[in-house]
């Protein structure tokens, strides 16, 4: 099983990024996948999730209007959309696979948001 996150970077304030995380070794198209952020000496958090045919999307309120999660279950791929960036968005982000007990989690894009 992999996840691999890419797309982090350094960007200036109110700026835009594009995450992806291809996965495979699993039948993703059966898993509902999420955006964890974790940054430092803060406890990781729920960014925003979808679910297995992508029907349904949930967000954090801290991003509600701001990030868009997609999936292209032909490309086993997983997007985050992030957009009007701020400092507070900086941190380490995750993607997440989930389906009943089965977790699987890659290993970290690192996003800073600073002018």
């Known amino acids: 099983v992999q996840l691999v996150e890419s797309g982090g970077g350094l960007v200036q304030p109110g700026g835009s990024l594009r995450l992806s995380c291809a996965a495979s070794g699993f039948p993703f198209s059966g898993y509902a996948m999420s955006w964890y952020r974790q940054a430092p000496g803060k406890a990781r958090e729920l960014v925003a999730s979808?679910?297995?045919?992508?029907?349904?999307?949930n967000y954090a309120d801290s991003v509600k209007g701001r990030f868009t999660i997609s999936r292209d279950n032909a490309k086993n791929t997983v997007y985050l959309q992030m957009n009007s960036l701020k400092p507070e968005d900086t941190a380490m982000y995750y993607c997440?696979?989930?389906?009943?007990?089965?977790?699987?989690w890659g290993q970290g894009t690192q996003v800073t948001v600073s002018s």
């Open positions: 979808i679910t297995s045919a992508g029907g349904s999307t």
């Open positions: 997440n696979a989930n389906r009943w007990v089965k977790n699987y």
